[in-house]
């Protein structure tokens, strides 16, 4: 299942299997933007190899499926420290999948926002 193939990639921080996981045109993003971060596989992957270099690493608490989305809960640590100091580094992902393989990744600061764009949102990244 994809789910669980992401969870397991996602919580060993394997560049390797996310770039098998990945599509091609993969988009990554906070919602609010017009245009995502990253515009490609090639892009996200530098991106998480960047936050590995700087000590940032991702416990992933929770994983469900949506429809076509996968809802990744994660627990951001840095250095071995939770995150920005705060006692709750959580973050949300939203992963859509199209031909079996991630499209697009919309990071999210809660699981309710997360949720609600699993459940109805529209993508106007992949148009």
């Known amino acids: 299942m994809l789910a ?29 933007q017009d245009v995502p971060t990253c515009r490609s596989a090639t892009e996200v992957l530098a991106w998480y190899a960047m936050a590995r270099e700087n000590g940032v690493r991702a416990h992933v608490f929770e994983v469900g499926v949506v429809g076509e989305r996968i809802v990744v809960g994660l627990r951001i640590i840095a250095d071995g420290a939770v995150a920005s100091g705060s006692p709750d580094a959580t973050r949300w992902q939203v992963l859509s999948v199209e031909d079996g393989r991630i499209g697009e990744i919309r990071g999210y600061d809660t699981r309710d926002d997360a949720t609600a764009f699993a459940t109805t949102g529209v993508s106007h990244w992949r148009s």
């Open 4 to 32: 669980e193939r992401v969870r397991a990639t996602m919580e060993a921080g394997d560049l390797v299997a996310m770039a098998e996981l990945l599509a091609p045109d993969a988009r990554w993003g906070a919602p609010e």
